[in-house]
């Protein structure tokens, strides 16, 4: 799986999407390309309360690390931006979402062609392409 993306998902079960971010105790992670989708790891926490303390929030951000996205039953506003600043897209779903159902369906996404969230994850996942400026160069530059 060379070109796979990573997806955690909060789960106490590791088959359902049953946690609020903020007061998620485990998470599931996955790699997913357009053809498979395999755990790599599962991260738990101690339990947390949501009791608006945020400093809580950047250990499990931190730990998801890598991930383009995170699925979770719900996510705070100020989850939601420490996770964007970290590239990671929140997504809610129904609670008891099965994960295999949003594996599948992200990847028929990723066959099909991808959300926009989705295309800027990927694109910030490759590598700058070193020949972006040529055209500009050729078109020269005027003051």
């Excluded at 303390?53 to 039953?73: M, P």
């Excluded at 897209?89 to 008891?96: A, D, L, M, R, Y």
């Excluded at 099909?112 to 020269?140: C, H, K, N």
């Amino acid at each position: 799986m060379a070109a796979a993306l990573k997806v955690a998902f909060a789960s106490s079960d590791m088959i359902h999407v049953d946690q609020h971010f903020g007061a998620a105790k485990s998470f599931v992670i996955y790699a997913v390309d357009k053809n498979r989708s395999c755990v790599l790891e599962a991260i738990e926490f101690t339990e947390l309360k949501m009791d608006g303390n945020e400093d809580k929030l950047a250990g499990k951000v931190e730990a998801l690390g890598g991930c383009i996205a995170v699925y979770s039953q719900a996510v705070g506003a100020s989850a939601i931006g420490l996770l964007k600043a970290h590239g990671i897209q929140p997504v809610k779903v129904t609670s008891g979402s099965p994960i295999r159902a949003l594996l599948d369906a992200l990847q028929e996404e990723l066959t099909q062609g991808p959300a926009s969230w989705l295309a800027r994850a990927i694109a910030a996942t490759l590598p700058a392409d070193p020949s972006r400026f040529d055209v500009m160069e050729d078109e020269g530059w005027q003051e």
